[in-house]
């Protein structure tokens, strides 16, 4: 089992940019796959990015290609997301997620969710 801790959050202006931690507990952190979601009030949740675990394999959504970046410290048994160019609409709750994929297709793990305020 893991527990996931975001930070990082905040207000900023948009083009700017903000960078997401989520510390894991535990001495397993390697065997999982992280990922990043968010949450706009009123909409459903966005997949944002995902690092397999040994770091080769990521992936984003459409809507922040270019602009996020996510990467991970096993040594330190965190996983973060860099935020550039943002924008209003990337306005949400966004929270970390992990999964092992020998055991699991899902996110199985999250956070409890950092709140991100883009102004216009």
């Known amino acids: 089992q893991v527990q996931l801790v975001e930070s990082g959050g905040g207000l900023v202006q948009a083009g700017g940019s903000l960078r997401l931690s989520c510390a894991a507990s535990?001495?397993?952190?390697?065997?999982?796959?992280m990922g990043w979601f968010r949450q706009a009030p009123g909409k459903e949740r966005e997949f944002v990015a995902h690092?397999?675990?040994?770091?080769?394999?990521?992936s984003y959504g459409d809507s922040v290609k270019g602009r996020f970046t996510i990467s991970r410290d096993n040594a330190k048994n965190t996983v973060y997301l860099q935020m550039n160019s943002l924008k209003p609409e990337d306005t949400a709750v966004y929270y970390c997620?992990?999964?092992?994929?020998?055991?699991?297709?899902?996110?199985?793990?999250w956070g409890q969710g950092t709140q991100v305020t883009v102004s216009s």
């Open positions: 997620a992990a999964r092992d994929p020998a055991l699991s297709g899902t996110y199985d793990y």
């Open positions: 535990g001495r397993t952190f390697s065997r999982y796959a």
């Open positions: 690092i397999s675990r040994d770091r080769i394999i990521t």
